[in-house]
């Protein structure tokens, strides 16, 4: 299937995508029954996600979000990752849920993590809409994945190439020789 707007190859439908993400607001609400959450959403690839998470959790939840930049991002990351907007409130003693659209090599939310346990949450999770495992460089894993990707690059529901494509319903597949 093709997107309409695009003509880029569509990975995961809208409807699909919107049926995943009611399944993880539906475990985080059942995990986190009677307690409240902060989400942190991850700018600018998370936020559709984290709009849509949102809406399907039914314990307390308020938002928060950061924004990092990673030197040499591209086809070579050079691994030095950058918190360019800080958090406006505390987490201390806060059940943290950290928002991303992808998690890649790790590196960014290895970085997050660290800098989000010194404040001392009393829990920390991460939620990820897409997983690509065989990118991976940190050890890090998310406690809930939307979907597992191999090695593809994609674009659409908040993810970007070269800034385009963040407002395409669907998830679509980027190809490799893309012009930006
Ligand atoms: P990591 O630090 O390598 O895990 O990088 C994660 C970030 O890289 C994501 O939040 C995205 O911003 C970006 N990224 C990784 N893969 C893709 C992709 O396929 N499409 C768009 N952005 C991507």
């Known amino acids: ?3 309409t707007q695009t003509k880029l190859e569509v990975l995961h439908p809208a409807g699909q995508i919107a049926g995943r ?15 409240s959450i902060i989400l ?3 700018l600018k690839g998370a936020a559709i996600f984290l709009s849509d998470l949102a809406r399907s959790i039914t314990p307390a939840c308020t ?17 030095i990752v950058r918190m360019v907007k ?6 201390e003693g806060q059940h943290v849920i950290l928002v991303e659209d992808i998690l890649d090599t ?7 993590r660290g800098l989000l346990l010194q404040q001392k949450p009393a829990s920390l999770k991460i939620a990820a809409l897409l997983d690509k495992p065989a990118r991976r460089l940190e050890k890090i894993e998310a406690d809930y994945v939307g979907f597992t990707l191999p090695n593809h690059f994609v674009v659409g529901y908040g993810m970007d190439f070269a800034e385009r494509y963040r407002n395409l319903p669907d998830i679509c597949l980027m190809p490799p020789d893309a012009p930006e």
């Open 40 to 42: 942190i959403g991850v």
């Open 1 to 3: 299937m093709l997107s």
């Open 86 to 91: 800080d958090l406006d409130h505390s987490i």
């Open 63 to 79: 938002f928060d979000f950061v924004a990092v930049s990673s030197y040499g991002r591209g086809a070579h990351s050079s691994g």
């Open 21 to 35: 993400v009611a399944e993880l607001g539906a475990q985080i609400s059942r995990d986190y029954a009677g307690k």
């Open 106 to 112: 790790g590196l960014t939310l290895a970085y997050l």
